[in-house]
């Protein structure tokens, strides 16, 4: 069983309430715009991060963490693409991606719009945890918090932050 706290689009914020979820998660997975240095190594200093960059993230980054993360947590088969789009508007490379790897949960980030749907074409759940930084339209900051056992994605829930 692993507890996964899932953030996007930091834009070079980070504060407690983020760290203090990261504290409670086995692992911190990161949707991409990180922003800077600063994010990952606050929340490495805490927890393994899993994590693809984003369109606003500098070169350092993106040696750091590859634009497509597909992996196996505990029986789960994960894809992740900062843009991806969402179900029945994925992106080309998303659409690419899911047809070979075939994953059980599709994670995209960039929109900084929270979504959970379940995709019934391609037999996945698509998540997309919105934007936990102070950049962009969003009005609340949010991240979601799950567990995964085995192959099933258990206790989803939505974490507000409050406003920017």
């Known amino acids: ?5 899932l953030l996007s689009d930091t834009h070079s914020y980070i504060d407690d309430r983020i760290l203090d979820y990261a504290k409670d998660a086995d692992e911190v ?10 994010v990952i190594e606050e929340l490495e200093k805490i927890k393994p991060i899993r994590g693809v960059y984003g369109n606003i993230d500098e070169a350092k980054i993106r040696t750091i963490f590859p634009e ?3 992996f196996k947590c505990e029986d789960l088969d994960v894809l992740m693409i900062h843009i991806g789009g969402y179900p029945e508007r994925y992106s080309a490379l998303a659409k690419e991606e899911i047809a ?8 995209s980030g960039h929109s900084h719009i929270l979504k959970a749907m379940y995709d019934k074409r391609n037999n996945l759940l698509h998540l997309n945890p919105g934007a936990c930084g102070k950049v962009g339209w969003h009005k609340v900051r949010t991240m979601m918090r799950f567990t995964i056992f085995k192959d099933e994605i258990k206790d989803l829930e939505v974490i507000e932050l409050g406003t920017k």
């Open 1 to 5: 069983m692993k507890r996964i706290l």
């Open 29 to 38: 997975w990161h949707c991409g715009d990180f922003g800077n240095m600063k």
């Open 68 to 70: 497509v993360l597909s």
């Open 100 to 107: 070979k790897n075939k994953p059980k949960l599709f994670i």
